[in-house]
């Protein structure tokens, strides 16, 4: 009836009350049914008014009912028919470009502003100010903030709102303006706070947001209020300030959102084990019945510790009370049983779900991707393909991560042609990726092919180039880059200066290592702990182990690899007496040595051919400090005793021993058995190795020449024959040599 009436009312126009009851009927259509849209445009069209009352009236109404672009093109309407504007028309005009982002469209009606003289009205103002924060131009906004003549309450929080959507260290100036209110005598209201407490929060300001909390208090501001209580429980938890969060939630009502807001904090700052005990704290001690975001946050941190247990009570919790999984919460469960190596528990929930979205499918697929079924996850991109899920940076990242752990250079080269094809290789760090992908997969030609097209290198570019060249023993071209990214403008940090470290001491450049030490100090790096131990390291080899001497004794701060680095050093050039006295020391400054420790002191022993102490340190391992020996420590007692020639007590230390591979360790024994001619011994190990040895050409020639030196020729023919047997074949060897450049610096 409605959509009839309008046309009848439409043929007849021209009275004012015809158009009162037109306009009646269109807010009402335009307010509750869609379909009607339609037939009310229909209707305005027809009504010749010049009256800007109701165009006004209309275009608020286009508004309100979600029709934004209906409300631009009445403005545009407006414009052609010269009618005019006011205030009331720019700012619901504004508005809109506001809802549709449209920065263009926004400047225009600003101008149409100015020429009316309508900018500096507070409330064109405000929107002007929401438009140009929305799109991130907050000295836009600025601008028009400074200019409004009559700022209200309005205003000013419209201003500090805009500040509240971005995390930069321009937010701060919200404070001042806060400030600048207050002493105009402008009282705030909630949304002001709750925007003050959301850029406090982004800015971890806790001075700042304790102020705006007692200021709430004294007051009286918000005290019932859900939406204050939540952002003042989130700034607490983002400033990690998280025993006054606890405090507050002990002290209020305690909503779900808030108690949300606090298990999201403990769980984004990696506290994943105080966010569940929160959990039921929050169900037995302040009865808050828990949604679905809470069990979604409490089985994230679940995942985080791999606490499978914990996460298939809550999922019983779900049956026992017949709460349906939503996408949400099947998502979390995926999740947490993908990383609990629960994969088909995973699988299951993920073929349950009746709607699978984006994030759903790149849970599964991470999880597949991390459980090592590469097939499946490509099965699974096919699916998400056919069912209309576009894929994301996320899905590709994710794919191209995984092949570059697996070094799957075939399925690399086919998920960076998948990136081709949709698009997503103008994203850097889809480059960075797949760059990273065919460095760490040895194909340093095709990383150099990527490395050049990337227009806008970061600092993660550079790194991961560097990184591919000095893992392939390009410490020449790592060099260069390094020279070349200075160039570029871009201050290298402390991964990639160790990186060059690492080239030119492998190079034996003392001259382009003091030049990196150089720039380590005028960048006041020097402190940077990592830095300078990489820095020790390299004067050693490099052969300057008095600079590695005075670095370490200039250092306010030594951790354990400062130590290392130090006793390697003077391994590195026979200074046993110094590594023996150093490791003295930390035992004095309660610094525990760990594994690299003892390698570095158990080799100085072996090369000074102190078996005593040699005894001495092994034993300490874990009788004094629990460091378990491995293999390289084996070998160490093993070399140390074969030079002494106390070959026996080699021998029963490596049976004795918890390895489970004693090869390598049986290989240096029964060389030392050669060289000191104990037959009975190299016999014994023979044995021992061609019984449970690898079928390697290196163990027979081993066990050949001992045959051989005592002259049991058939036993070395029988060697041989087996060898060929098995067929192993002895290579011939090839040496090169390659001439580098000294005048690279």
């Not at 809802?99 to 003289?117: C, P």
């Not at 949304?191 to 004294?218: D, E, F």
């Not at 679940?302 to 919790?317: D, V």
């Not at 200075?486 to 060059?500: F, R």
Request: some cysteine; proline content about 1%; aromatic content about 8%.
């Amino acid at each position: 009836m409605l959509p009839i009436l309008l046309r009848n009312l439409a043929g007849n126009t021209g009275s004012k009350f015809n158009k009162i009851a037109v306009l009646k009927l269109h807010r009402r259509l335009s307010g509750s049914t869609t379909g009607a849209l339609p037939e009310s445009r229909c209707v305005f069209q027809k009504i010749s008014s010049d009256g800007r009352s109701l165009w006004n009236s209309v275009m608020v109404d286009y508004f309100r009912a979600g029709y934004t672009e209906e409300a631009i093109l009445l403005y545009k309407k407006l414009k052609l028919h010269q009618i005019g504007f006011d205030g009331k028309t720019i700012n619901f005009g504004l508005k809109s470009c506001t809802e549709l982002k449209n920065l263009y469209l926004g400047k225009g009606m600003h101008v149409d502003s100015l020429k009316l003289g309508l900018s500096r009205d507070k409330f064109v103002g405000s929107s002007l100010i929401g438009l140009y924060s929305k799109l991130g131009r907050m000295d836009d906004s600025q601008s028009v903030f400074k200019d409004i003549i009559d700022k209200d309450i309005v205003a000013y929080t419209s201003m500090i709102t805009g500040y509240s959507e971005i995390v930069d260290s321009a937010a701060w100036d919200a404070f001042e303006i806060a400030t600048d209110m207050l002493q105009n005598n402008l009282e705030v209201n909630c949304v002001t706070l709750v925007s003050l407490m959301h850029i406090a929060g982004n800015l971890q300001a806790l001075k700042q947001g304790k102020s705006i909390h007692c200021y709430s208090i004294r007051r009286a501001i918000g005290v019932s209020d859900d939406i204050l209580e939540t952002s003042t429980v989130n700034m607490y938890t983002r400033c990690e300030a998280y025993q006054s969060a606890a405090a507050l939630l002990q002290n209020s009502k305690g909503t779900v959102a808030s108690w949300n807001a606090m298990l999201s904090g403990l769980t984004r700052t990696g506290q994943s084990f105080n966010a569940i005990e929160h959990l039921s704290v929050m169900l037995h001690e302040h009865k808050v019945t828990p949604d679905s975001v809470t069990f979604a946050t409490v089985l994230s941190a679940c995942a985080e510790l791999s606490y499978f247990g914990y996460a298939t009570s809550i999922h019983a919790y779900f049956i026992r009370r017949s709460i349906p999984l939503d996408v949400v919460l099947a998502t979390a469960l995926i999740e947490v049983y993908s990383k609990c190596t629960r994969i088909m528990r995973s699988r299951h929930l993920f073929d349950q779900l009746t709607v699978r979205d984006l994030v759903s499918c790149n849970t599964m697929m991470y999880g597949y991707l991390q459980n090592g079924m590469v097939n499946e996850a490509i099965s699974l991109l096919n699916y998400m393909m056919a069912e209309g899920i576009v894929p994301d940076f996320t899905t590709v990242l994710s794919l191209l991560s995984a092949f570059a752990d697996q070094r799957n250079l075939v399925k690399g080269r086919w998920i960076h042609a998948f990136a081709i094809r949709r698009g997503f290789c103008s994203d850097v760090d889809v480059k960075n990726q797949i760059l990273h992908m065919y460095s760490v997969c040895g194909n340093i030609v095709a990383a150099r092919a990527i490395f050049a097209s990337l227009e806008n290198k970061n600092l993660v570019s550079w790194t991961v180039m560097m990184k591919g060249c000095l893992s392939y023993g390009h410490g020449d071209e790592v060099v260069r880059l390094f020279q070349l990214m200075q160039k570029h403008g871009e201050k290298p940090d402390s991964v990639i200066l160790i990186t060059a470290v690492q080239a030119v001491s492998e190079l034996g450049h003392l001259k382009g290592l003091k030049q990196i030490h150089c720039f380590v100090y005028r960048s006041l790096l020097e402190k940077d702990m990592i830095t300078a131990n990489s820095l020790i390291t390299a004067y050693a080899e490099c052969g300057r182990l008095d600079f590695s001497h005075d670095l370490f004794f200039r250092l306010e701060y030594r951790n354990l690899d400062s130590w290392n680095a130090m006793i390697s050093a003077y391994a590195m050039h026979g200074y046993y007496i110094n590594v023996l006295e150093m490791f003295k020391q930390m035992g004095e400054k309660n610094i525990q040595p760990d594994e690299s420790t003892f390698s570095s002191v158990l080799t100085a022993c072996s090369h000074a051919g102190l078996i005593k102490e040699g005894w001495c340190i092994f034993s300490s391992m874990t009788s004094v400090y629990s460091v378990p020996p491995q293999e390289e420590h084996y070998g160490c007692m093993v070399d140390l005793l074969g030079r002494a020639g106390h070959l026996e007590d080699g021998y029963k230390l490596v049976k004795l021993s918890t390895l489970k591979d004693k090869c390598n360790i049986f290989c240096a024994l029964l060389s030392a058995c050669r060289t000191h001619g104990n037959t009975q011994l190299a016999h014994a190990i023979s044995k021992e190795l061609l019984e449970h040895g690898p079928q390697n050409l290196g163990v027979y020639a081993l066990i050949s020449e001992v045959y051989a030196r005592e002259g049991q020729w058939n036993e070395f023919g029988n060697m041989k024959a087996r060898a060929n047997l098995i067929g192993l074949k002895k290579h011939p060897g090839s040496s090169l040599i390659e001439s580098t450049e000294q005048g690279m610096w």
